[in-house]
């Protein structure tokens, strides 16, 4: 760990090793110059975000900041070990893949009045039932007050979809020839909107009373307004969409290989599945204090929490332990981190590029994923080399085939 003090407060940071870009720190200060902020960290994944950077931990007193958490509430991964041997499956992957993407949408459709791909068309029965039993009390109550959320309308028939960018689904082997599913993916549109309308608000708010910021996109709601106890209340059921939504892909995976197996496996069990968001906000207690850490691209790593950390499509992901570290306020990396911006992605890195880079997996390998493709992120095991003091490796995975919008 390393400290960067600014005129203002300061940040520690793990970050030996990899590169940070200069803009990630410009964003730290202004962050540590509001009054509320009383601790920051960054973590090897970082780079730069709307207001804050992705791959940090901001916590706070008496405030909480919509950007910080970001417009992707409760993005996560979930990991499960099938127990079957990569070596004894007869299956064919590609169809596999195949089969995958027919049971769950995914993608994106930017025709408009055209169906969205990456929605369901007629929402499935097992979907209306999670939403009406889990989901649609808690949503109604908060569209009532914030008639601006339901004007998305994609809620339901977003739920148990993929997405685009960096969400994906992957079949991984660890190092015990073990397959593993893994996913990620968040709280989708829905999500999406009621960041954005909160956003909004507190930008509104600080206009109102004349707040001093040092950048309108760090406009923040103060504890015992309304509207803070709103929000949390968004976040909180944010999360839970986002945690529902990676159950029922996970389910759909499991169930294309019970259909493709003649024996059905047995070990496959959904009590298995390690789940963890990476941006979100909590109660907790540090430093003998009550406050709300945000997690900005980082996932929690109290002792003995168990995380997912990935790589990009064509390198290894990490299922670890936490340590517990109080310094990173029980905090680490939530992947490895951009290390281009998509635009840079797709003008720097050919597909023959991406070909060997992605050689061994089954994915996409055409210009579509360029900005997805590895050299667009940073190394892996350098990102891990950097914060062996917030985590400890339980295994290593390799993925064989690759699922992205």
């Known amino acids: 760990m390393k400290v960067k003090k600014f005129e203002k407060g300061f940040v520690k940071h793990w970050t030996e090793g990899v590169p940070i870009e200069d803009e990630v720190w410009n964003q730290m200060e202004d962050i540590n110059k509001l009054p509320f902020v009383v601790g920051t960290a960054i973590m090897p994944d970082a780079h730069v975000g709307i207001g804050c950077s992705i791959g940090s931990v901001v916590v706070t007193k008496g405030a909480i900041v919509p950007s910080i958490v970001g417009v992707d509430i409760g993005c996560g991964m979930a990991a499960l070990n099938t127990h079957l041997n990569y070596h004894m499956i007869k299956l064919d992957f590609e169809k596999v893949k195949e089969n995958i993407e027919k049971v769950i949408p995914h993608g994106f459709t930017r025709k408009?009045?055209?169906?969205?791909?990456?929605?369901?068309?007629?929402?499935?029965?097992f979907i209306q039932k999670i939403w009406n039993e889990e989901l649609k009390d808690d949503f109604d109550y908060l569209c009532g007050k914030y008639k601006k959320i339901r004007q998305h309308i994609t809620n339901v028939n977003q739920l148990g979809t993929l997405g685009t960018g960096n969400h994906f689904i992957e079949l991984s082997k660890d190092e015990d020839n073990n397959m593993w599913i893994v996913i990620h993916?968040?709280?989708?549109?829905?999500?999406?909107?009621?960041?954005?309308?909160?956003?909004?608000?507190?930008?509104?708010?600080?206009?109102?009373?004349?707040?001093?910021?040092?950048?309108?996109?760090?406009?923040?709601?103060?504890?015992?307004?309304?509207?803070?106890?709103?929000?949390?209340?968004?976040?909180?059921?944010?999360?839970?969409?986002?945690?529902?939504?990676?159950?029922?892909?996970?389910?759909?995976?499991?169930?294309?290989?019970?259909?493709?197996?003649?024996?059905?496996p047995v070990k496959m069990k959904m009590d298995n599945m390690i789940d963890c968001h990476h941006n979100f906000t909590d109660r907790e207690n540090h430093n003998k204090q009550n406050v709300l850490v945000t997690r900005k691209g980082a996932i929690r790593a109290r002792k003995g929490d168990l995380g997912i950390i990935?790589?990009?499509?064509?390198?290894c992901s990490y299922i670890v332990e936490g340590l517990g570290n109080e310094d990173s306020f029980n905090s680490s990396s939530h992947?490895?981190?951009?290390?281009?911006?998509?635009?840079?992605?797709?003008?720097?890195?050919?597909?023959?590029?991406?070909?060997?880079?992605?050689?061994?997996?089954?994915c996409k390998k055409d210009e579509s994923i360029l900005d997805e493709s590895p050299a667009a992120y940073k190394n892996i095991d350098d990102v891990m080399d950097a914060q062996k003091d917030l985590v400890k490796i339980i295994c290593k995975l390799k993925q064989f085939v690759c699922i992205k919008g």
């Not at 055209?114 to 929605?119: A, Q, S």
């Not at 990935?310 to 390198?315: I, L, V, W, Y």
């Not at 992947?335 to 061994?360: D, F, P």
Request: include cysteine; proline fraction near 4%.
């Open 185 to 264: 993916s968040g709280s989708r549109g829905i999500g999406n909107k009621m960041a954005r309308v909160f956003q909004d608000i507190a930008k509104k708010e600080c206009r109102k009373w004349m707040s001093d910021i040092p950048n309108p996109d760090l406009a923040f709601l103060p504890e015992g307004s309304e509207y803070f106890y709103d929000y949390i209340k968004v976040v909180k059921w944010a999360q839970k969409y986002a945690k529902l939504n990676r159950q029922i892909m996970m389910q759909r995976v499991m169930d294309v290989f019970f259909d493709m197996f003649e024996v059905q």
């Open 310 to 315: 990935p790589g990009s499509m064509g390198a």
């Open 112 to 125: 408009r009045k055209v169906r969205d791909k990456g929605t369901w068309g007629n929402v499935p029965d």
């Open 335 to 362: 992947g490895a981190g951009r290390l281009m911006s998509r635009t840079k992605a797709r003008n720097m890195i050919t597909v023959e590029e991406h070909i060997e880079a992605t050689n061994g997996v089954i």
